[in-house]
């Protein structure tokens, strides 16, 4: 079945960098790939799905791309903010025609001031 | 803007004990998932529901859980009794259309004693 990795240790960066975020799989690629946001006891909340025809995708703030060959995603968050502080959630299809998703642990991004 | 509700926000239960937990998805979609997350862990997929019936489950979704979508919008997980280790946030998540983006809801916290 398919593994995700995501950087379990904590990203810490001062306000208005940029964030990037990595998310790598293991197996065959999946139809698609979504970012979640999740804050402390709390449900995830979407932010971008991007499909495995689709290099790049980006809204507001946020940029996803997805890169096939390497079996890699990179999430990225421009002009960041403390209020960008949260677990970022790489999820994908198992590309099986069933819809569950296959989640990452999350890498947890703390902006400061 | 629409969102996928849950109740109750947190339920204690004495192992052996039957609980429901219950969702309200998003009205117009047609996917209908729960999932689970046990502290510090990640988000696990145990169930998906489209057309009345069960999709796909996952291993953790033995004959001790089972689901129901009563009266054209609720949907409810039922763990028939519970142990110990079903202690976790439970996820329900809608989807309107296959392949596109599932919208979660905030979670229930089952705490069993």
């Known amino acids: 079945s398919q593994k995700i990795e995501q950087n379990s240790e904590a990203l810490n960066i001062q306000e208005g960098k940029t964030a990037t975020l990595t998310c790598n799989y293991t197996?065959?690629?999946?139809?698609?790939l979504q970012w979640y946001r999740q804050d402390p006891g709390r449900g995830p909340v979407f932010l971008l799905l991007i499909r495995e025809n689709e290099k790049e995708k980006r809204k507001e703030r946020l940029k996803v791309t997805f890169d096939t060959t390497l079996k890699q995603s990179l999430f990225h968050i421009t002009a960041s903010q403390p209020a960008d502080s949260a677990t970022y959630l790489c999820a994908l299809d198992e590309n099986t025609g069933f819809q569950k998703l296959v989640f990452g642990t999350g890498t947890r991004l703390l902006v400061s001031p | 803007e629409p969102e996928v509700t849950q109740t109750p926000s947190h339920q204690v239960t004495q192992m052996g004990q039957e609980v429901i937990l219950r969702c309200v998805p998003i009205?117009?979609?047609?996917?209908f998932y729960w999932y689970r997350q046990i502290l510090g862990q990640k988000v696990e997929f145990l169930v998906s529901f489209y057309n009345n019936e069960i999709s796909e489950k996952s291993e953790i979704f033995d004959d001790q859980f089972s689901v129901e979508r009563p009266d054209g919008s609720n949907f409810t997980l039922k763990i028939r009794s519970t142990k110990l280790e079903d202690s976790a946030m439970y996820f329900c998540a809608s989807q309107q259309e296959q392949d596109n983006e599932q919208f979660f809801g905030p979670g229930t916290r089952l705490t069993v004693l």
């Open positions: 197996n065959y690629s999946p139809a698609y």
């Open positions: 009205s117009n979609h047609l996917y």
